[in-house]
């Protein structure tokens, strides 16, 4: 059972999301500070949309703070169980990290997601999970946009290419997917490393935004 942790404060990105494995001490000095490479799968049921299969595999640093308390924690025994319903808690507390708007409005979630899992890929954590969508709206007609960001940019959320985005085969014919890819300016990001420096205002949840990709989902 998913139970979200409120005995800590919240800080940013993976402090928000391991908060019940990390400490404070073991954050790193560079901004952003943690990095997470982003797949989704469409999901699709009769010209509906139904949700989001997201997988995101965390970088060396990340994947060694996810399992700090316990770094020999076995997969399937009921500690691993415990930790990967604590991370998804904590991705839930967040909104999944994620907006999806069509004409400007957003798309509602589903509260719980339909499934989850927590794996290790060698020296990587992987998490995925599926988003589902609170009322499915029919594919066709306007066009959807997906942005998945840490709203602190304490985390650098990525995909790789437009072919981290998959589409089922049966929804390739009508549908398209286009991945917009922000470049910030020197300032911005002269701006985003000065965040680390002693004296600096402290975390800006605005500017993930401005660094986030966003994914177009067009189909006819």
């Known amino acids: 059972m998913l139970q979200q942790n409120s005995d800590r404060p919240h800080y940013p990105f993976l402090l928000m999301l391991?908060?019940?494995?990390l400490g404070v001490s073991q954050v790193v000095s560079a901004h952003p500070h943690s990095f997470i490479d982003m797949k989704t799968e469409i999901i699709s049921r009769n010209n509906y949309l139904s949700g989001f299969k997201m997988t995101w595999t965390m970088d060396a640093i990340t994947s060694a703070d996810v399992f700090y308390d316990d770094p020999d924690v076995k997969p399937d025994s009921v500690a691993w169980k415990k930790l990967a319903a604590q991370v998804m808690a904590n991705v839930l507390g967040q909104h999944y990290f994620t907006e999806v708007y069509r004409d400007g409005h957003p798309v509602k979630f589903d509260d719980m997601p339909a499934e989850y899992h927590l794996y290790r890929n060698g020296q990587q954590a992987v998490l995925m999970f599926v988003l589902a969508l609170a009322h499915p709206p029919l594919l066709s007609g306007s066009p959807f946009t997906i942005a998945?960001?840490?709203?602190s940019y304490f985390a650098d959320m990525t995909y790789h290419d437009e072919k981290s985005v998959i589409l089922p085969t049966a929804l390739s014919s009508n549908c398209k997917i286009t991945l917009f890819t922000p470049k910030p300016n020197a300032?911005?990001?002269?701006?985003a490393l000065s965040l680390d420096n002693p004296g600096s205002p402290g975390v800006?949840?605005?500017?993930?935004k401005q660094f986030a990709q966003q994914v177009q989902l067009q189909c006819h």
């Open 18 to 21: 391991f908060s019940l494995t």
């Open 148 to 151: 998945t960001y840490d709203p």
């Open 187 to 191: 300032s911005l990001q002269a701006y």
């Open 204 to 208: 800006d949840m605005s500017l993930g």
